[in-house]
């Protein structure tokens, strides 16, 4: 390690701290926005610190009723991300893993062809296609279901190549040991290649959670009626700048608990999740 | 020679295929067909029949005056995210590798906007930079700027690349620290055996051998820029004002949905399915080259 | 414990590549038999073919006595030591060895005495709440031989175990293994390419190339009668010398024209003689093949040294005990005892030299 002068480990410093005040800058001043009153937020500049209402606007926009957009309450919006969130990552996770299985530890007939089939879906994102997508929705009537939020968007390769490059460094001892030992096909699974997983699992959780948060295209066409909105698209009916009545404050509120949930996943399950990314993406 | 490490089966692993086979078919082949199919047809004004045109949706497409200020708008967009959203990420992780006390706690501060949906993170953006209530906007105008997002396309545009660039830099961040401590000491000690100051050491040794990942980091940033900023448009401008923020992907959404132009949308699908095509060729290109680079 | 027996045993690959090309074993109950060869000679495919991990493309694999060419690894009552160890890395030592009896559904109680005691045997009770991560390479080899022990198997399958060791654990392990196999007292099959360990190990030795058996039998009568020249050159080391000779019409002749000369040896339709290195006396001797060996190279070794050389145009190898006085360029006599040579044909096949 070359010697560093203090003074340039000084500016370093100086240099992260203003790239992280830039970084952090917006969230944190929604969160402070999410402390005033109304009259406050619409009185610019607002103050760099938290005001005084915190407890009393989180409160509102939870459970004193106010904060409906359209009549559903953020609590049912939050559930719906959640569900999605869940229901993708779960759900990828669960194909993925299963499809990767039978290309890695299976040969059969068409063996290749079906792993071009999964392959090629990488091109196709959910964006190029949105119009097409949205009529099977329609014609399978999914339109305003879990599974029609859900499903569409659970199919994609990277997960199961992720898994894939994953399993092939895994020796063919290990499953002829296994087999040796009188393990099939499932117990091979359950009991060894699961285990195995453990940390490309967590990694592609946190990936497909945020995801699936971060989803706003698909939800905005697949849901029409308000209390199937999720968190994100909620949170874009509820912002007017030309209303005059919106209620800033819980929107704000509203933004934060939009934004805390994902963010809670990434750095409660950093080092997976940086792994995993860097990993996942290579 | 064989297959070592696999098991005897033949049915099981069709059942095993068949969770994410019949979903792909029935969501992305069968979309991906019509979309071919429809950019083919045209339909009457009442949606009641419809004929084969041939390519004609796509020579009307390409000529359209909006699709080609959609698509320089798509570029400048893309280009001007994907530059500064990595210019800044690499010059945080630059710093970042030389601090040694305190790196975990920079980098849980800095992963946060990568949990954040891009269209909250346009709405975070608008919310500072809005004429009527906007903190930063008021001390813009409070210098004598005339700052008005919504009706100023320009600026309009610069806010949309602002809230883009700002979501993406955590994920270059992560990916130029890895890129760094991938560097061997012993490539820089050398370096400045030979006399090289530090800003000659980067310019010399360490960004070259960054090449590889800030050109996949390229290529994912462009993607993203293309794709993943719905959001962001959607929330802050709307393709707003006038067609100053429409971008490609926006179009698709807005001719096919709010207009309800079916033909002209699938067309334009098409031309974006091609573009991403492209876009993972080059991508698989460079994954070819990293290999060999070993 | 169980007898084993090939029946003119064939693997044929989907591609045509004929790994195994009839092969035919009888291992008795108890016994060691070791498979040895040079890489490809299709000794690990027929070790894979007993465990049921390759299917059989013709031909029988028995297992005490019942024919199992249907019958799954797990089914065959069979255990495996394998190269690279194969443990489960995600499972404690206990865990590794008591995972082949869960599957089986053996008691709990029996599951713990059984992996208590072959962890005695093999001094691993200290390590059995370790990960395979944290032993060394030797004691993962001693896990690996625990998980097929503890299974109390018909039968021991070894895919070259000791070759991830250094030269001295692999020493060390050989005898270990040789010993627990006598005291078990299981039949086992093991493959190996070193023909010091095959020698070392083997009860039964079969030497294969190519796909084919070159020779089946106890090691040191492979050693003392190798039945080709592929065996002779391959057990052994170093290994036999060989000298190409011509009939000249009145006897034979080698390479440089010169006639075979000696005491009443005749090659009948020799095409190659050969003899070891420790065979050659220096100097007249009582008799046999005399040459003259023109020396390029002395490496001595310690209690022996070996002179490379040439003889009779062909390179030939000495071994001399202790300290050799001879100096490269140096042109020495010598000569190998009539009981020491060997002849093979034209086609590398072993003849009985006839003594006149």
Sequence with gaps: MIGQSRSRTVVAHLVMIVGILIVAFPIYYTFVASTLTLREILRPPLPLLPGGEFFHNYYAALFGGIGRIGGVGVDRLLINSTIMALGIAVGKIAISILSAYAIVFFRFPLRMFFFWTIFITLMLPVEVRILPTYKVMVDLNLIDTYTGLILPLIASATATLLFRQFFMTIPAELLEAARVDGAGPWRFFKDILLPLSRTNIAALFVILFIYGWTQYLWPLLVTNSNDMNTIVIGLRKMISFADADTEWHLVMVTCMLAILPPVLVVVLMQRWFVRGLVETEK | MTARGTFPHRLLPYLLLAPQLAITLVFFYWPAAQALYQSLLREDPFGLKSRFVGLANFRRVLSEPSYLNSLEVTVIFSVATAVSAMAIALLLATMADKIVKGRGLYRTLMIWPYAVAPAIAGMLWLFLFNPTMGTFAYMLRSTGYNWDPLLNGNQAMVLIIAAAAWKQISYNFLFFVAGLQSIPRTLIEAAAIDGAGETKRFWTIVFPLLAPITFFLLVINTTYAFFDTFGIIHAVTGGGPGKATETLVYKVYNDGFVNLQLGSSAAQSVILMIIVIALTAVQFRYVEKRVHYG | ?356
Excluded: W
């Excluded at chain 3, 145009?313 to 006599?333: E, L, N, Y």
């Design chain 3, 1 to 356: 414990m169980a007898t084993v027996e090939l029946k003119n045993v064939r693997k044929t690959y989907p591609g045509g590549f004929e790994a195994v090309k009839g092969v035919s074993i009888d291992i008795a109950d108890g016994a060691l038999c070791v498979l040895v060869g040079p890489s490809g000679c299709g000794k690990s495919t027929l070790l894979r073919m007993i465990a049921g991990l390759e299917t059989i493309t013709a031909g029988d694999i028995s297992i005490d006595g019942k024919v199992v060419n249907a019958i799954g690894p797990a089914e065959r009552d069979i255990a495996m030591v394998f190269q690279n160890y194969a443990l489960y890395p995600h499972m404690k030592v206990y865990d590794n060895m008591a995972y082949g009896l869960r599957n089986r559904g053996m008691a709990r109680d029996e599951i713990d005495r059984r992996v208590n005691e072959t962890a005695k045997i093999l001094e691993l009770s200290s390590l059995l709440q370790r990960r395979p991560r944290e032993l060394s390479g030797g004691q993962r080899q001693r896990v690996a031989m625990g998980r097929a022990i503890v299974r109390s198997p018909k039968v021991f399958l070894f895919d070259e175990p000791l070759s991830n060791l250094d030269a001295k654990l692999r020493g060390q392990m050989r005898v270990e293994i040789k010993n627990l196999q006598r005291s078990l007292g299981v039949t086992s099959v093991y493959v190996t390419h070193d023909q010091l360990e095959a020698m070392t190990l083997a009860d039964k030795l079969v030497v294969m190339n190519a796909g084919m058996v070159e020779q089946v039998g106890a090691p040191l009568d492979v050693y003392e009668k190798p039945a080709s020249t592929f065996v002779a050159s391959f057990i052994g080391a170093p290994p036999m010398n060989l000298l190409p000779v011509t009939a000249n019409g009145t006897g034979l002749a080698f390479a440089d024209g010169s006639a075979v000369a000696g005491n009443g040896f005749a090659g009948g339709k020799a095409a190659q003689i050969g003899f070891r290195p420790e065979d050659v006396v220096v100097g007249q001797g009582d008799g046999g093949l005399l040459l003259d060996f023109q020396t390029i190279a002395v490496e001595p070794v310690g209690a022996e040294s070996f002179l490379h050389g040439n003889a009779a145009g062909s390179p030939v190898i000495m071994r001399v005990s202790g300290r050799a006085s001879a100096r490269p360029g140096d042109s020495i006599p010598i000569s190998v005892p009539e009981a020491k040579l060997h002849a093979f044909d034209a086609a590398g096949k072993r003849i009985e030299p006839s003594h006149t």
